[in-house]
């Protein structure tokens, strides 16, 4: 398991929680590092059905992130609100990503550390506002650092992300609002940042528990297997060890160029349990290739309750 979620504004008996409250976040957070889990994402900002506000701050999360330097924390939908408007930094009213920007003042997090924003549904909605689309990316590159904005599009909902990509590629913030604000020029190399396989920087590789390293110490390999392939580990991404630069590697490199990708494909070819996968994968589609498809039982259930239906009334 390479990351955990949490929805703090739900929790126990219908009370949400703080994921630095002692007696419930806290055991999580520490329960996920014990495993070798070393992502923790967070659903802060854009309210869903019964989210209480109380908790759906990103305070708790950027806390928790001191206490856990060797984690990576990722602040979904950048705690953005759809009814506020979204303006310069108001660190006397902060709301929205304002509530983000001071929760880092507030715990001296420094640009680029290990608290990351992303900004799918955010960025879906802001595109058709390009003043507040050029604030809300402005204010997260300025004070989260130009490598912790992640690509996010929430696509599973709105369908094909094609409009959101096209007009994150022609977006740019204004010099006026470099001048007057402190943002940063959004570059194409900040936005090939921000694209969807740079996620690969919050990865700090295979999670490799007690359990997972004595398995690989019983083989014979490699405790870590993160550090071992040099594919990950917290130095690069972004960690205590680390230099807080992100790896220059397959993220940025020109599509169907992904030196790391072609290496990790090769690797797992040559794993005798991908050969017997890709084995059984290949008796199952040859023997789907003399035989007809066969319904699940629930597409059969539905058809037959959709018939009933129709009898009924017809």
Same mark, same amino acid.
């Given at each position: 398991m390479?990351?955990f979620?949490?929805?703090?504004?739900w929790?126990?008996?219908?009370r949400?929680f703080?994921?630095?409250?002692?007696a419930?976040g806290?055991p999580?957070?520490?329960?996920a590092?014990?495993?070798?889990?070393?992502i923790?994402c967070?659903h802060?900002g854009l309210?869903?059905?019964?989210? %209480?506000s109380?908790w759906?701050?990103p305070r708790d999360?950027?806390?928790?992130?001191?206490?856990?330097?060797?984690?990576?924390?990722?602040?979904y939908?950048?705690?953005?609100l759809?009814?506020?408007v979204e303006?310069?930094?108001?660190p006397?009213?902060p709301v929205?990503?304002?509530?983000l920007?001071? %929760?880092?003042?507030?715990?001296h997090v420094p640009?680029?550390?290990?608290?990351?924003a992303?900004?799918?549904?955010?960025?879906?909605?802001l595109?058709?506002?390009?003043t507040q689309?050029a604030h809300?990316?402005?204010?997260?590159?300025?004070?989260?650092?130009?490598?912790r904005?992640?690509w996010?599009t929430d696509?599973?909902?709105y369908?094909?992300p094609q409009?959101?990509?096209?007009a +994150?590629? %022609? +977006?740019h913030?204004s010099?006026?609002?470099?001048?007057?604000?402190?943002?940063?020029a959004?570059?194409?190399d900040?936005?090939?940042r921000?694209?969807p396989e740079r996620?690969?920087?919050?990865?700090p590789g295979p999670?490799?528990?007690?359990l997972c390293?004595?398995?690989r110490?019983?083989?014979?390999?490699p405790?870590s297997?993160a550090?071992?392939?040099?594919?990950?580990?917290?130095?690069s991404?972004?960690?205590?060890?680390?230099?807080?630069?992100?790896r220059p590697?397959?993220?940025?490199a020109?599509?169907?160029?992904r030196?790391?990708a072609a290496?990790l494909?090769s690797?797992?070819?040559?794993?005798?349990r991908c050969?017997?996968?890709t084995?059984?994968?290949a008796?199952? %589609?040859?023997?789907?290739?003399?035989t007809i498809?066969?319904?699940?039982?629930?597409t059969v259930?539905?058809?037959a309750?959709?018939r009933?239906?129709a009898?009924v009334i017809?």
């Amino acid at each position: 398991m390479g990351a955990f979620k949490v929805y703090t504004a739900w929790g126990p008996g219908g009370r949400g929680f703080d994921l630095d409250d002692p007696a419930i976040g806290l055991p999580v957070v520490q329960h996920a590092h014990d495993l070798g889990v070393r992502i923790m994402c967070g659903h802060k900002g854009l309210p869903l059905l019964n989210f %209480a506000s109380t908790w759906n701050q990103p305070r708790d999360m950027v806390a928790v992130s001191r206490q856990f330097p060797d984690m990576q924390f990722v602040v979904y939908h950048a705690a953005w609100l759809p009814d506020h408007v979204e303006g310069p930094n108001n660190p006397a009213d902060p709301v929205g990503i304002d509530s983000l920007i001071k %929760a880092l003042d507030d715990y001296h997090v420094p640009p680029n550390s290990n608290v990351w924003a992303d900004i799918a549904t955010t960025w879906r909605v802001l595109l058709t506002d390009p003043t507040q689309a050029a604030h809300a990316l402005g204010k997260l590159l300025k004070r989260l650092g130009t490598h912790r904005v992640l690509w996010g599009t929430d696509s599973v909902w709105y369908g094909p992300p094609q409009t959101q990509i096209m007009a +994150f590629r %022609a +977006f740019h913030i204004s010099a006026e609002y470099q001048a007057r604000y402190g943002y940063p020029a959004l570059t194409d190399d900040i936005k090939a940042r921000a694209r969807p396989e740079r996620s690969r920087s919050v990865r700090p590789g295979p999670a490799c528990g007690p359990l997972c390293a004595r398995r690989r110490q019983a083989r014979g390999q490699p405790a870590s297997p993160a550090r071992a392939s040099g594919l990950g580990g917290p130095s690069s991404a972004g960690g205590p060890k680390g230099s807080g630069e992100p790896r220059p590697d397959a993220a940025l490199a020109p599509r169907g160029c992904r030196p790391m990708a072609a290496d990790l494909i090769s690797r797992a070819a040559e794993s005798p349990r991908c050969a017997c996968r890709t084995a059984r994968a290949a008796a199952r %589609a040859d023997a789907g290739s003399r035989t007809i498809p066969q319904p699940a039982a629930g597409t059969v259930l539905a058809i037959a309750v959709l018939r009933r239906l129709a009898e009924v009334i017809a």
